[in-house]
């Protein structure tokens, strides 16, 4: 049973101040360049979701899943948006972050002219899976953002939430092209595309990350490691909180409402007021 929830396009503006790029976060550069690195991915990555599925939405007959997908491709467009705004702004402070875009940019070309539809739309699944998880953490370990500048939290938060509002969207056009797990073809497919999704990533995040750090001196920052750790995989670390959802992809029959998260999407309408309320009074 698919847990049914329609998406909303929200055209909302975050105005990130520039200046804070490198220190957004309370915890410093190192942790600041973590999301920065990430927000890189996400304009050229959203990109070729949107393409991907809307190569087989004439294929949607059901009325629903096509409100569904229109609305799947209003919101990755403003992500997209607002992380080009983003990433302009991590730029102005002279972190190389156009060409490691421009990269991917390529990467993500070169796949779509040399690999079928069915193994794009497998791929969007998959990073769709690992953004819906990230989601997933980012609302169950708040604390992360406890202290961080208010437009850029405010930032994260919103695509966390769109994310997890969306995260069965691209999931249930596959289904309905490729059909359910029972087809040995489409479960093979979707199970390899998250294994390979995630060593692309990581062999892409990794790098850059220790660059973008680097250049801005914080290679030998104790401190500012210790940070990353805590939030990456110390206690309340949000890769140890994914990992166990992770690994449920490869249970023949998931469906990503099978992770029922839906209780954070009341927090959207306050976090929308919030914002339009900021923008009113600048
Ligand atoms: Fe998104
Ligand atoms: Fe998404």
Do not use: C
Request: aromatic share 12%; glycine share 6%; charged share 25%.
């Amino acid at each position: 049973m698919v847990h049914q929830i329609l998406p909303t396009r929200r055209n909302l503006k975050f105005k990130l101040r520039p200046e804070r790029a490198l220190n957004w976060h309370q915890d410093g550069l190192n942790v600041s360049q973590f999301l920065n690195t990430l927000s890189l991915f996400f304009p050229v990555g959203e990109r070729f979701f949107i393409d991907s599925v809307r190569a087989f939405r004439d294929q949607v007959d059901e009325a629903e899943l096509q409100e569904a997908v229109k609305a799947f491709i209003g919101q990755e467009a403003m992500h997209g948006r607002e992380h080009e705004e983003y990433n302009e702004a991590i730029a102005a402070q002279g972190v190389p972050i156009e060409a490691q875009e421009k990269f991917v940019n390529d990467l993500l070309k070169g796949i779509q002219r040399t690999t079928p539809e069915a193994f794009q739309l497998s791929a969007t699944i998959a990073l769709e899976h690992l953004t819906a998880i990230l989601a997933d953490g980012l609302l169950n370990l708040p604390e992360i953002m406890d202290g961080a500048d208010e437009d850029y939290k405010a930032l994260w938060n919103w695509h966390a939430l769109e994310e997890t509002e969306h995260k069965a969207v691209a999931f249930d056009v596959y289904r309905t092209v490729m059909g359910d797990d029972s087809k040995v073809g489409s479960y093979a497919l979707r199970s390899s595309a998250l294994v390979l999704a995630t060593g692309i990533f990581f062999a892409l995040f990794i790098p850059y990350y220790l660059h973008n750090v680097r250049i801005k001196g914080g290679l030998f920052d104790l401190q500012g490691w210790r940070g990353v750790w805590r939030h990456t995989w110390g206690r309340k670390g949000i890769f140890r909180f994914m990992l166990p959802n992770w690994f449920d992809w490869f249970r023949p029959g998931f469906h990503p409402w099978d992770h029922d998260n839906s209780r954070f999407l009341e927090q959207i309408d306050t976090l929308v007021t919030d914002v339009l309320e900021k923008r009113d009074a600048a």
